[in-house]
């Protein structure tokens, strides 16, 4: 009976700590390399994306957290001064990625795979995941669902601008 707790407990703590940590340290080297291009083949340029905050989220269709946190990231993309991009972590196709993005109600940029490439980014072991990009360089890396103040909270970010609704 106490080995099955004592697993139970394991893989309790296992679970919480895998859905919701903040890791505050940014991964060493990271910044925007250039311009990036969505699926709809839009080009973002690079110029304008280094005066932005900018959040990359890590998404999937079968993942409940991901598709819980698609309206709050859907808002914040609105918002002046903030671009939100989306990566399929299933690398799905090109076409099934447009139909899973307007099936779920994505309306924030989702990015091409050559984009996602040349962001030389680490694919996470749980999802979501949300990068919080300032001036160009990773601020902070999210684990578990966000909200829209969470977000704003982690990325430190006081541009009066940004705080008010369009």
């Known amino acids: 009976m106490s080995v099955v707790r004592i697993t139970w407990g394991v893989l309790f703590i296992g679970c919480l700590t895998l859905s919701g940590c903040v890791n505050d340290k940014p991964a060493d080297g990271f910044f925007l390399p250039g311009d990036l291009v969505d699926i709809q083949a839009q080009t973002?340029?690079?110029?304008?994306?280094?005066?932005?905050?900018?959040?990359?989220?890590?998404?999937?269709?079968?993942?409940?957290?991901?598709?819980?946190?698609?309206?709050?990231?859907?808002?914040?993309?609105?918002?002046?001064?903030?671009?939100?991009?989306?990566?399929?972590?299933?690398?799905?196709?090109?076409?099934?990625?447009?139909?899973?993005?307007?099936?779920?109600?994505?309306?924030?940029p989702v990015l091409t795979d050559q984009s996602v490439e040349k962001l030389a980014l680490k694919w996470p072991h749980a999802l979501p995941v949300t990068l919080v990009v300032r001036n160009g360089k990773l601020h902070k890396s999210l684990a578990g669902a966000q909200t829209e103040e969470s977000l704003l909270a982690a990325a430190?970010?006081?541009?009066?601008?940004?705080?008010?609704d369009p």
């Open 44 to 108: 973002w340029p690079k110029q304008s994306l280094d005066k932005q905050l900018l959040l990359i989220n890590f998404w999937a269709e079968w993942c409940a957290p991901c598709r819980e946190e698609i309206p709050e990231l859907n808002h914040l993309n609105e918002r002046a001064n903030i671009q939100v991009f989306g990566i399929d972590f299933d690398r799905l196709t090109l076409e099934e990625r447009l139909t899973k993005a307007r099936l779920l109600g994505i309306d924030f």
């Open 156 to 164: 430190a970010w006081h541009d009066e601008r940004v705080k008010q």
